[in-house]
Nanobody, 129 residues
């Protein structure tokens, strides 16, 4: 069973930064597409950013383009979500997830949550002034 553990959430002021980490329980991150999702109270879980297994493709939710980036350290089985210029509307629980069988292969990732097979427990990000 593949397990994912997120960390790095917390409080930030508008305009601030946070870096989230997602560690996999075994070597997997370089084989699969990875996504970060978020869910605010009363809202559906939405895709924020993803990276293909090859690392060559990234997709972004429009509202985070230019502010959020995703990277991976395969040797440490870790994926990072760097969040800059945070806004109050970024407040949510953030989840990482793995897509075992991306429909487009190694150069593909998707922001649709139903594509993903394993999920972490989430880490809370709160942006307030």
């Amino acid at each position: 069973q593949l397990q994912l553990v997120e960390s790095g959430g917390g409080l930030a002021q508008p305009g601030g930064s946070l870096r989230l980490s997602c560690v996999a329980s075994r070597s997997a991150l370089n084989y699969y597409a990875i996504g970060w999702f978020r869910q605010a109270p009363g809202k559906e879980r939405e895709g924020v950013i993803c990276i293909s297994s090859s690392g060559g493709t990234r997709r972004y939710k429009d509202s985070v383009k230019g502010r959020f980036t995703i990277s991976r350290d395969n040797a440490k089985n870790t994926v990072f979500l760097q969040m800059n210029s945070l806004r109050p509307e970024d407040t949510a629980a953030y989840y990482c997830a793995i897509d075992l069988f991306p429909s487009g292969g190694s150069s593909y990732c998707d922001l649709t949550r139903y594509e993903y097979d394993y999920w972490g427990q989430g880490t809370q990000v709160t942006v307030f002034s």
